[in-house]
């Protein structure tokens, strides 16, 4: 067979199978194009998964007239010019091989407008074919339009999978990519309704809450650390927002969305100590890293890079996370506190990017109104005083196994808290709190082994139920069988409850299973499965412990064992503390016996 040289329309098809597979990876060249011409507003529009049409526009610098046809030239690009601009590249794209990739396989429609043009020009592209180029009123910016994706390759178009799947490919992409943004506003249209409004405010907390909503957004802890190799910032959600797949972990290097198993198992590592087996954690996390560790060039589609320092950043990466975890889901530490200092402390905002060593306290969970109310007490987090030590001695001492024979259960007050002296310590420990969490661990952890098991009532509960309620319960009907609630239509609007999970025998009374289906709030459609069947298991494992009880000494005792047997003891489901303590010397302060 003889040698030949391929003409350069072979050429471009082959290179387009390398960057364009289907219509997402189109949607993520072009909105990294939009980014890199410094967009602040940027629609995406699709119909039919994007395989019909994707319509992209933007704010941003536009192309001149004479680059147009030059832009949609293999290796074409306005972003490098050697192999020196290479090694230090802000910008997200550098190969030149979008445009002309996305052309050779799609009919292509630009419109685009510099600021200091007076018109702006429309260009027509199909297969690499040239069909169009006119001047034409436009704004300010760039419109892509593709149409038929590989309309001239059938072969490759019956690799695509259905609509709805691939605009799911598309939306988690539009997501990644607007949570690593949050200085552009980004709108994501699907068959014609708006899926993904991003405000563009800068803050990114905001970009969360439009993105996941308000469950997500609440519980997270923000995250922030910097030297001089690397600066980490964003947010690390609580245990109770982690899923069984690795979907929610969201993390970037210098703004670029990419894939990383170092940065993964590094985050995975530092949750270890709060997250049950096969549950992964919900992260939004900036890695800003000097350019000169980073190798971009890796891969035209597989979102991976290269950093040289990986060995150094591992561990920061695991204690960045471990720390920020750590001040929100430890024993809580009951300081009687000077009014003044108190309302001080809350006053205090976070810098940007503070070091590690000298990092603020966030008080989130005290609100300047109630912390003025009498009594003063100030429920401050337990920190790492001066070094990591000090702090594992003071939560995993009282917790270990040589620890719990020593601990002295003085006994019960208020019919609510139960009293343990250890050591110099006192530990109060909320028996409510406590038997949620027991519960709720025991429920997961069944769940999690497939191992649920249901108590038949021996007379059905009827549940009488407005409309609005009863569309609730009917919806999330499999998310309440899935842990062991037999819940069956009656008659109209009415249901019978015929068994409840075995852990919460307490449940058997319609009041409590109305308190469960009373905290359903419209919040909880915009929830993921999974996180609605955990949301009820908590909500159930609240609604079960009822009122305040007197137990025993033993049963109590059974209780600690059980609390401190759990993967994290210091929060109830709802995130509220288990435990708190406060030191010998902290009385005798009080008394005055020490100064
Ligand atoms: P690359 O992004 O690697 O430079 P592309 O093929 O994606 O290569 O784009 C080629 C060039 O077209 C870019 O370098 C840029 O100059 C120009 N371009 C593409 N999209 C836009 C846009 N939305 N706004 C302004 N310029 C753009
Ligand atoms: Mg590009």
């Avoid at 119909?47 to 526009?57: A, E, F, N, Q």
């Avoid at 046809?69 to 190969?95: C, M, N, P, Q």
């Avoid at 929610?248 to 198992?265: A, C, D, L, T, V």
Wanted: hydrophobic share 35%; proline share 4%; glycine share 4%.
């Amino acid at each position: 067979m003889s040698i030949i040289k391929l003409d350069q329309n072979t050429i471009n098809h082959i290179a387009a199978g390398e960057v364009i597979d289907r219509p997402s990876s189109i949607v993520k060249e072009l909105v990294e194009n939009s980014i890199d011409a410094n967009a602040t507003n940027i629609s995406v529009e699709i119909k039919d998964g994007g395989i019909s049409l994707i319509r992209i526009t933007d704010n941003g610098d536009g192309i001149e007239e004479g680059d147009i046809k030059l832009a949609f030239e293999r290796h074409s690009t306005s972003k490098i010019k050697d192999t020196v601009d290479l090694a230090s590249i802000s910008s997200l794209g550098f190969r030149g091989e979008a445009l002309s990739s996305i052309a050779a396989v799609c009919q292509v429609e630009l419109i685009t407008k510099t600021k200091d043009a007076m018109t702006g020009y429309r260009y027509r592209i199909e297969g690499d074919e040239e069909k169009a180029f006119e001047e034409i009123g436009a704004p300010d910016g760039t419109t892509f339009i593709v149409r038929n994706i590989f309309f001239n390759t059938p072969a490759r178009r019956k690799f695509l999978k259905t609509a709805s799947t691939e605009s799911g490919y598309i939306s988690e992409i539009i997501e990644k990519i607007a949570l690593s943004h949050p200085e552009i506003s980004f709108t994501f249209i699907n068959n014609g309704k708006t899926r993904i409004y991003t405000p563009g405010n800068c803050n990114l907390k905001d970009t969360i809450y439009s993105i996941y909503g308000k469950e997500i957004t609440d519980n997270l802890v923000e995250v922030n650390y910097k030297d001089e190799n690397i600066e980490i910032s964003g947010f690390a959600g609580k245990a109770i927002i982690s899923k069984g797949n690795r979907s929610n972990e969201n993390y970037f290097i210098n703004g670029r969305y990419i894939k990383s198993e170092i940065i993964s198992k590094a985050i995975e590592e530092g949750y270890k100590f709060i997250l049950m087996q096969h549950k992964y954690p919900f992260t939004v996390i900036n890695f800003n890293i000097d350019n000169k560790y980073i190798d971009v060039n890796v891969h035209p589609s597989k979102m991976e890079l290269r950093f040289c320092n990986a060995p150094e950043i591992y561990p920061v990466i695991v204690e960045t996370v471990k720390d920020a975890l750590t001040e929100k889901e430890n024993i809580i530490d009951a300081k009687i506190d000077d009014e003044k200092q108190v309302e001080k402390k809350i006053d205090r905002k976070p810098e940007p990017f503070e070091t590690k060593r000298n990092k603020v306290e966030v008080k989130e969970e005290i609100k300047p109104e109630k912390v003025s109310n009498k009594p003063k007490v100030n429920y401050e987090n337990i920190k790492p005083k001066k070094d990591e030590e000090v702090h594992e001695q003071m939560t995993y001492d009282f917790l270990s196994e040589e620890a719990r024979p020593k601990h002295k259960i003085i006994g019960q007050v208020f019919e609510t808290y139960w009293i343990v002296e250890y050591e110099d310590e006192m530990f109060i420990i909320d028996q409510h709190a406590a038997h949620e969490k027991v519960n709720f661990e025991r429920l997961m952890k069944r769940f999690e082994n497939n191992d649920i098991s249901s108590q038949t009532l021996t007379q059905p509960i009827i549940l009488n139920l407005s409309m609005k309620d009863a569309n609730i319960v009917e919806q999330y009907l499999d998310n309440f069988n899935e842990i062991g609630f037999v819940i069956e239509p009656f008659q109209g609007t009415d249901f019978a409850v015929r068994a409840v999970p075995s852990e919460l025998y307490t449940l058997d009374s319609e009041d409590v299973l109305m308190d469960i289906i009373d905290s359903f709030t419209a919040e909880i459609g915009s929830m993921v499965p999974n996180i609605i069947t955990e949301k009820i298991m908590s909500m159930s494992c609240k609604a079960a412990i009822k009122g305040n009880t007197k137990i025993s000494f033993a049963e109590a005792d059974a209780l600690i064992d059980e609390l401190l047997s759990c993967e994290n003891p210091y929060n109830c489901p709802h995130g509220r503390p288990t435990i708190i303590k406060m030191s010998k010397e902290e009385l005798e302060k009080k008394f005055k016996r020490i100064v």
